[in-house]
């Protein structure tokens, strides 16, 4: 459905117009044109070969794999692959561009027109156009605050593959944004071409935005560079909205400028010395070949695909009968996904959807662990889930058993066993410890008829006096039939 | 067309290459004369022709990805001029 | 009997092998003709010690009869080859005291082979230039004069040091490479052999680029038979350029053959200029007939955009040369001489050390590409450029081989075109074209000027045709007859006052 999105300036009603280039690092083990490993965080320059520093001589060789995940890439987000493209070179000085140019994919990247839908809000479904997507270095690392007149450069990500994924211009608030790039990040995990680890770096954003009066032609746009979350996504284009607005509304004009996101006061800022307009002489790198794809190449890799986070929603909520809140759940992260599938499969949908969301998320949203590393295995998961669903341990006795399996990694039966929590599903046991009840207390039994909330007491008691571990089902029903006596 | 001085102060600053005032005169009088030559491409009837990059009618060749390369350091650092604790060290960026 | 550095590459194999001479005289013999040769200055860096290690070392190989191809034989470096632990400069100040952790496949691949260096050559800064003069460890001086005259004349470029150091007998051949015709031009000047392959055929790893989808190594040596023995030992296939060609190739000196008689020449009417030296006009009929005589067709053919092959490359070559130069700020490497706390002034005050031509080139490679130009100049360019290959193409199905004069002129005079870069660049005239479709092309000496200095004929070849061009030479070199021994004027000069 389309909402409308409008802000209210002191004089007018303004809409914003967002286009993003996000730059997402392709999980490869060595780099685009280099054999140097992309391992995040190493000493510095020892992650380096010989033709990251641009020693006189060397010679770029690309990396087949990143071609790969770019054209799956391509593939996941329903966009043109194209069997011919071309890496140019785009010329500027810089201390981390070793180079002096970078290459990358101006006039024939490898992907074209593509779209993602975006579930923003129920109200807010969205989709945003894919302009294209091409592959490029990425630069090395200044650091400024080694030495108070110096700067430092490391190269260790000189050379590391990125994609840079271009949109159109169809986004419209700080909200959709956020929502794309969290949608984006999901698929590009679902296929493994980036990690989306953004502490890492490994997704970054270029934003461009301006403002118009609805209905207007599109306003001049300044670009938000390297915006690396999506706090600082949305508060970077909400200060840019206002600021433009501000600017326009005292009848001012906005400068096509880029800018810099500042972290601490959550401003951008034109960065001075970058405003000549730059001429970066793409031209078609000569020490490379232009890049021939087959269609059966292409094909290869569509039919690889994993399930994509959309066709998951969808036939989780068809096959498990979940709700679409809780398919979105665990659409978000591909690993909670499958976790919930393994686990529904040897167990009841109801109990596994609950479990998994409930108590699992909680448990590894309190101990800041991720799927990966937790510590119930599946198998382990779905035969707690069995113990309860066949009556050997109560719903609350099994919240304790997960709170050990959780520290442990121990099986549930084992646990179950030692601490003897099985329910009593004996029917004797149960009438013998209920005959003892109502003949030690006669008065309470006979307060029954006048105070029918009594009964709480009486099913407190039995299951005091088994440790908690009777059936409650069982209770109910035997306590009914010997009260009726 | 003929290089004059806003051309050529504005490749030098592209190419960063610092140029002396009294030089000035001196490239554009050559590199103007280097144009004139080069401008007798147009006579050239390009119509319908495909630009050509390489001459080589090959498929690029793709690398396994395999970390191969690394751990050199020392080889990295060896002729830079200034460093310091691993790092290439360059005067203080502005940003 | 013959002083050791007047053998012929293949004559001092068979020496060796037969243990009638030992590498390490070999190689003395030859530092001592480098030392006594400084006037020419055809070597930068002089590997003394190294190298008379290295003999040691092929010696040893040789009395075990364990001998490798090129065992012993020692040989220059144009000082673009990135040599490992051996400082590697490109003649341009800004690399002066770089010493390279690697070493280009190529010179790999001879040192693989057996080969020793003697050390780096001189040559045009960043391989830019047809004279060797804009060299920024000063011009190589020729060996080669006018009859009678002591008039200094040029070497030819960029390889001047390669072309030189063979002809004055410094050396038993000399790699070199070739971007527009610096292997062939001063191959041609110096009356030595010069050989550039097909493009790919070489690997350009570890070469400092100047136009990478041009440049292309090769050898200057005093044979055609020596070419093949050298090419044989450099070709092949290298995973680390992503243009290396991967094909086989044969052992060339074991396949050459003098039988031109199923050749078909084409002679390019567009290469007939009125301006050409009648000598030259009459040195490439004189080839030509040599060739019919044989039973050799002789056709004549059209390369109708020859004409433009020249200001094609130039605009091609520079585009490139501007990029390809950028990594050179004097930040990771190179010479830094700047004290400057401003970044952006420590590049434009390093990247100021770059001679007056490659600065030259920079700005007009970087003027082509810049957006407002890129389509009027760089695009056309490279339309242009196709139209020459298909010239070629067209050709070469009617002939085997092109027979061409190498240059238009004999060597020139120190000093005489610097001022004037398009009659510099004229002398790549007939040279171009090649590398424009990236063709083999051999020079080698076929006659003299009225003042007795050296022509060349090129002969240029089908892509990976380097059998045939090679052969066609080595029997044109042994209808021509022996080439007197240049005499060494330059042994009176070696005083230090010079």
Not at chain 1, 43 to 54: E, G, I, Q
Not at chain 1, 408 to 424: A, F, K
Not at chain 3, 357 to 366: A, D, N, P, Q, Y
Request: proline share 4%; aromatic share 8%; glycine share 8%.
């Amino acid at each position: 459905m389309k909402k409308k999105f409008t802000i209210e300036g002191d004089k007018y009603i303004w809409e914003a117009v967002i286009g993003m280039e996000v730059h997402a690092q392709v999980s490869s083990n060595s780099k685009l044109f280099s054999g140097a490993s992309t391992d995040f965080g190493g000493d510095p320059n020892h992650h380096v070969s010989l033709v990251d520093v641009a020693f006189p001589g060397m010679l770029p060789v690309i990396n087949g794999y990143c071609i790969d995940q770019a054209i799956r890439t391509g593939l996941a987000l329903g966009a043109q692959i194209n069997l011919y493209s071309v890496f140019d070179r785009k010329n500027y000085f810089y201390p981390d561009l070793p180079q002096g140019y970078q290459i990358s994919q101006f006039k024939y990247p490898i992907v074209g027109e593509g779209v993602i839908q975006v579930h923003n809000t129920d109200e807010d479904v969205f989709s945003v156009g894919i302009e294209r997507i091409h592959l490029e270095q990425d630069a090395g690392k200044n650091i400024h605050d080694l030495s108070p007149d110096k700067s430092y450069i490391d190269l260790n990500r000189s050379g590391v593959a990125l994609m840079e994924i271009v949109t159109k211009p169809d986004i419209r608030s700080s909200e959709q944004a956020k929502s794309f790039f969290s949608k984006l990040r999901t698929i590009l995990r679902y296929i493994g071409t980036c990690d989306g680890n953004m502490e890492q770096g490994s997704m970054r954003a270029d934003i461009n935005i301006s403002v118009r009066r609805p209905g207007d032609p599109l306003g001049t746009r300044c670009e938000v560079k390297n915006v690396n979350s999506f706090r600082f996504i949305g508060q970077a284009i909400e200060y840019e909205i206002q600021r433009q607005i501000g600017i326009l509304e005292d009848g001012g004009h906005i400068i096509q400028e880029t800018r810099l996101y500042d972290t601490k006061t959550g401003e951008t800022r034109s960065m001075r010395g970058k405003e000549e307009a730059q001429d970066y002489r793409y031209f078609p790198d000569p020490d490379l070949l232009p890049l021939r794809l087959s269609q059966q190449h292409v094909d290869e890799l569509k039919k690889g695909l994993p399930e994509l986070p959309d066709d998951k929603h969808e036939r989780l909520v068809h096959t498990y009968g979940i709700s679409h809140y809780e398919a979105a759940i665990l659409v978000e992260d591909p690993k909670a996904a499958i976790y919930f599938e393994d686990v529904a499969q040897k167990s009841s949908h109801k109990l596994a959807i609950s479990w998994v969301i409930g108590e699992l998320f909680g448990a590894l949203n309190k101990s800041k662990k991720t799927i990966d590393a937790c510590p119930v295995s599946t198998e382990n998961m779905a035969s707690l889930l069995s113990l309860i669903d066949n009556g050997t341990i109560s719903g609350r006795t099994a919240k304790d058993v997960f709170a050990k399996m959780f520290e442990t990694g121990e099986e549930p039966t084992r646990i179950v066993d030692r601490e003897g929590l099985q329910q009593v599903s004996d029917t004797s046991a149960i009438e013998d410890v209920i005959d003892t009840i109502i003949a030690n207390n006669p008065e309470k039994v006979a307060q029954l008829k006048e105070k029918p909330k009594l009964r709480g007491w009486f099913i407190g008691q039995i299951m005091q006096q088994t440790g908690g571990r009777a059936n409650p089902q069982l209770v109910n029903d035997l306590l009914d039939t010997k009260l009726a006596q | 067309m003929s290089f004059d001085k806003k051309t050529i102060m504005h490749v030098a600053h592209l190419s960063n290459i610092d140029l002396p005032e009294d030089k000035i005169g001196e490239y554009t009088d050559k590199l103007s004369h280097v144009m004139t030559f080069i401008e007798t491409l147009n006579e050239v009837d390009i119509e319908g022709i495909e630009p050509m990059t390489s001459v080589l009618d090959l498929e690029l060749p793709l690398r396994k990805d395999e970390v191969t390369e690394g751990n050199i350091v020392t080889d990295i650092l060896l002729n830079a001029p200034e460093k310091n604790d691993d790092y290439f060290v360059v005067p203080k960026i502005i940003e | 009997m013959t002083a050791l550095t007047d053998l012929s590459l293949t004559d001092a194999q068979r020496l060796l092998k037969n243990g009638d001479i030992s590498a390490v005289e070999l190689v003395k013999a030859y530092l001592k003709a480098i030392e006594d040769a400084a006037i020419l200055n055809c070597y930068v860096t002089i590997c003394q010690d190294k190298a008379i290690e290295q003999a040691k070392q092929s010696d040893l190989r040789l009395s075990q009869g364990n001998a490798r191809p090129l065992e012993g034989i020692p040989i220059g470096v144009k000082d673009v080859f990135c040599t490992k632990n051996v400082e590697t400069t490109a003649c341009s100040k800004i690399l002066k005291g770089f010493i390279p952790p690697y070493e280009s496949t190529v010179t790999q691949k001879l040192w693989d082979a057996g080969a020793i260096m003697l050390g780096k050559l001189n040559h045009d800064e960043f391989a830019m230039g047809s004279s060797t003069e804009y060299s920024c460890f000063g011009p190589v001086i020729s060996p080669v004069r006018k009859n009678g005259e002591t008039t200094a004349h040029v070497a030819g470029g960029s390889s001047g040091g390669s072309s030189a150091s063979v002809a004055a007998r410094l050396c038993l051949a000399a790699t070199a490479t070739d971007t527009g015709g610096s292997i062939r031009q001063p191959a041609s000047l110096t009356g030595t052999v010069g050989i550039k392959p097909t493009y790919g055929l070489c690997s350009r790893y570890g070469i400092v680029a100047f136009a990478s989808s041009l440049d292309q190594a090769g050898i200057i040596t005093h044979t055609v038979e020596d070419s093949a023995a050298m090419l044989t030992q450099m070709v092949g296939y290298d995973h680390k350029d992503s243009t290396s060609l991967a094909t086989t190739t044969p052992e060339y000196h074991t396949h050459l053959s003098k039988d031109v008689s199923q050749l078909r020449v084409g002679i390019p009417k567009e290469y007939t200029s009125s301006d050409m030296l009648p000598a030259i006009q009459r040195m490439w009929e004189e080839t030509a007939d040599m060739l019919a005589h044989q039973g050799a067709k002789i056709v004549e053919v059209s390369l109708p955009h020859t004409h433009y092959a020249l200001p094609t490359y130039y605009v091609v070559a520079l585009a490139e040369a501007s990029s390809n130069l950028a990594r050179y700020d004097g930040i990771r490497y190179g010479n830094n001489i700047s004290n400057s706390t401003q970044l952006i002034q420590r590049y434009r005050e390093n990247r100021a050390q770059f001679g007056e031509e490659v600065k030259r080139r920079i700005f007009l490679g970087t003027f082509v590409l810049s957006a407002k130009y890129y389509d009027a100049y760089y695009i056309k360019a490279q339309k242009v450029r196709r139209l020459i290959r298909d010239d070629f193409n067209t050709a070469f199905e009617k002939v085997d081989v092109l027979l061409t004069p190498t240059t238009s002129g004999a060597a020139f005079a120190l000093g005489e075109k610097l001022d004037d870069p398009v009659a510099m660049y004229l002398n790549d005239l007939f040279t171009v074209p090649v590398n424009m479709a990236g063709l083999p092309a051999i020079s080698f000496p076929m006659g003299k000027d009225s003042a007795g200095l050296p022509l060349g004929m090129q002969l240029i070849g089908k892509p990976l045709g380097e059998q045939t061009i090679l052969n066609t030479a080595y029997f044109l070199e042994d209808a021509r007859g022996k080439i007197p021994k240049l005499h060494p004027w330059w042994l009176n000069n070696t005083s230090k006052g010079m």
